[in-house]
Each structure stands twice: as structure tokens, then as C-alpha cells.
């Protein structure tokens, strides 16, 4: 059982990144997915996750109207469409299995995480 995250990279201010995250050993198909965040020091901050069918997405408040968070059934993957980045943005980004169907944006909610992906929003 196995995620992993993929996409990040170096991007200026204003510009966009497509994050994907990949399953492998099992399917994504009866559960949530969630992305989170890390910066140094901080814990893990909620960024969007999406419900088993893909009916449901939520977002943190900080990124609502930029980022979209979408799954892709066939391919068992999920993806994290981040427009007009700001620097703030900058973190290392995980997706996760959540334990339940719908999603939700507490950390304790989640029993599977991937290897993160570095994002970097600098000029």
C-alpha cells in the first residue's frame, strides 16, 4: 500500500503546478483523498480533498478559487491543480488515503500518506 506524490517544482508568483497522486497496491476508488501541506517547524495544514466518486471536493480557505482538486477513477489517481501560486504556497505537499468515503480535513482522518512533493512559489 503505497501513495505517492509527484509534480512539484520551482514557479514564480502568479503561475501554475498540476500535482498527481498515484496508488499503488491497492484502489483509490472506495475512499477520499486528501492533499495537505508542511512548511518547516508547522504541522501538516489541510489543503483540498475530494469524496470517493469525486462528488464532493472541499478546500481550505486559503486556496478556494485557485486550486482544484480532481481524480481520475480509470487511472487511480488523483490530481492537484494549483493556479496563481502565491510564495505562501510554498510547502511540501502530501496526498492521503483517507479512512472514510467522504473526506474531511483533520490530519487523524487519514491512515495511508505518500512521500511528499516540494513546491516552491519564488521570483
Known amino acids: 500500500v503505497q501513495l505517492q506524490a509527484s509534480g512539484g517544482g520551482l514557479v514564480q508568483p502568479g503561475g501554475s503546478l498540476r500535482l498527481s497522486c498515484v496508488a499503488s497496491g491497492f484502489s483509490l476508488h472506495d475512499y477520499a483523498i486528501g492533499w495537505f501541506r508542511r512548511t518547516p517547524g508547522n504541522d501538516r495544514e489541510f489543503v483540498a480533498t475530494?469524496?470517493?466518486?469525486?462528488?464532493?471536493?472541499n478546500y481550505a480557505d486559503s486556496v478556494k478559487g485557485r486550486f482544484t482538486i480532481s481524480r481520475d477513477r480509470a487511472k487511480n489517481m488523483v490530481y492537484l491543480q494549483m493556479n496563481n501560486l502565491k510564495p505562501e504556497d510554498t510547502a511540501v505537499y502530501y496526498c492521503?488515503?483517507?479512512?472514510?468515503?467522504?473526506?474531511?480535513?483533520?490530519?487523524?482522518?487519514?491512515?495511508?500518506w505518500g512521500q511528499g512533493t516540494q513546491v516552491t512559489v519564488s521570483s
Open positions: 475530494i469524496s470517493w466518486n469525486g462528488g464532493v471536493t
Open positions: 492521503a488515503k483517507s479512512r472514510y468515503a467522504s473526506g474531511g480535513s483533520q490530519v487523524g482522518q487519514y491512515n495511508s
